[in-house]
C-alpha cells in the first residue's frame, strides 16, 4: 500500500510538471507570435533603436573580450592537439571553423542572456509589479507593442552582429596565441581561414544566432511580463525568481536548439 502512494504521488508529480511545462510552452508561444505581429506597428522604430543600444552596443565590450580569451584557447589548446600529428598547419582552419559554426552562436546567446537578457526580465517584471503595465492598459497603449515587440526585434538584429563580432575577434585571438606567442606560420593560418570558410558556415552560423535571438527574447520578456503570476513568490521576490528562472531556461534552451538547428542544417 505504501509503495502504490509513493509511485502515485511520484507520477502526480510528473504529471503537474508536464502539464505546467506544455501549458508555458503554449503561452509563451503566443506570446511571441503576438509580440511579433506588432513589430512593424507606427513608431515603433525609435524603441527598437533603444533596445538595440541596450541589448546590442552595451553588450560589445564583453562579446569581444570573452570571443578573444576563447580564441586564445583554442588556439592554444588546437595547436598542441595538432602538433601530435604534425598538423599544424590546420591550426586556423580548426579556430575558424569551430567559432563559426558552434562556439561563436552559442557563447554569444550565453553571454548576451546573462547581461541583457536578465535586464529585460528584472526591468518587465518590476514594471509589472509596480503596476506600470496596467497603467499602459489604463492610457489604451498596447503593453505587448510598447514593452515586448521592440526587444524581440532588437535580439533578433542584435545576436548574429554580435555573433559575427565574436567570430572574428575570436580568430584574432587564435592568431595571436598560435602564431605569435607560439610560433605556428601566420601565413599558413591565413590561408586556413580564408579557404575553410565558405558561405554556408556563415549562414548556419547567422541562422544559429536568429534563433537563439528570438529563444532568450522571449523567455526573458515572458518570465519578465508574467513574474506576478508566479505561484512560489510574490512582489520582488518573484522578480528574483523569474529573473533567475529566465536565464537558466534561455541557457538550457539554446543548447537544446543548438543541436536541433545543427541536425536540420547538415
Known amino acids: 500500500m505504501l509503495t502504490n502512494n509513493l509511485l502515485s504521488r511520484f ?7 508536464a502539464i505546467d511545462w ?8 503566443i506570446f511571441l507570435v ?9 513608431k515603433q522604430f525609435i524603441k527598437i533603436v533603444q533596445q538595440l543600444y541596450l541589448i546590442g552596443a552595451r553588450s560589445t ?19 598542441h592537439a595538432l602538433v601530435k600529428f604534425g598538423a599544424q598547419g590546420a591550426l586556423g582552419t580548426l579556430v575558424t571553423l569551430s567559432l563559426v559554426r558552434e562556439l561563436g552562436p552559442v557563447l554569444t546567446a550565453m553571454m548576451i542572456t546573462a547581461r541583457a537578457g ?3 526580465t528584472a526591468e518587465i517584471g518590476i514594471q509589472r509589479i509596480s503596476e506600470q503595465v496596467e497603467a499602459l492598459d489604463t492610457m489604451r497603449i498596447d503593453p505587448l507593442r510598447y514593452l515586448i515587440s521592440p526587444r524581440i526585434a532588437a535580439a533578433i538584429i542584435s545576436f548574429p552582429l554580435l555573433t559575427a563580432l565574436f567570430d572574428l575577434i575570436g580568430i584574432l585571438g587564435g592568431y595571436i596565441s598560435g602564431v605569435v606567442l607560439l610560433g605556428s606560420n601566420a601565413g599558413t593560418y591565413i590561408h586556413g581561414v580564408e579557404s575553410s570558410l565558405d558561405f554556408n558556415d556563415i549562414r548556419d552560423g547567422f541562422i544559429k544566432a536568429i534563433v537563439f535571438g528570438v529563444i532568450v527574447a522571449t523567455v526573458c520578456s515572458y518570465q519578465g511580463f508574467f513574474a506576478h503570476m508566479r505561484k512560489d513568490s510574490h512582489g520582488a521576490k518573484a522578480v528574483g525568481f523569474s529573473t533567475t528562472a529566465a536565464v537558466v531556461t534561455s541557457c538550457v534552451l539554446i543548447l537544446i536548439a543548438d543541436y536541433i538547428v545543427t541536425a536540420l542544417l547538415i
Open 22 to 29: 506544455v501549458n508555458n510552452l503554449g503561452a509563451a508561444s
Open 118 to 120: 536578465s535586464a529585460i
Open 61 to 79: 565590450t564583453i562579446i569581444a573580450l570573452v570571443g578573444f580569451f576563447t580564441g586564445m584557447v583554442l588556439g592554444l589548446q588546437s595547436y
Open 11 to 17: 507520477f502526480a508529480y510528473l504529471g503537474r510538471n
Open 34 to 42: 503576438l509580440a511579433l505581429s506588432k513589430i512593424f506597428r507606427p
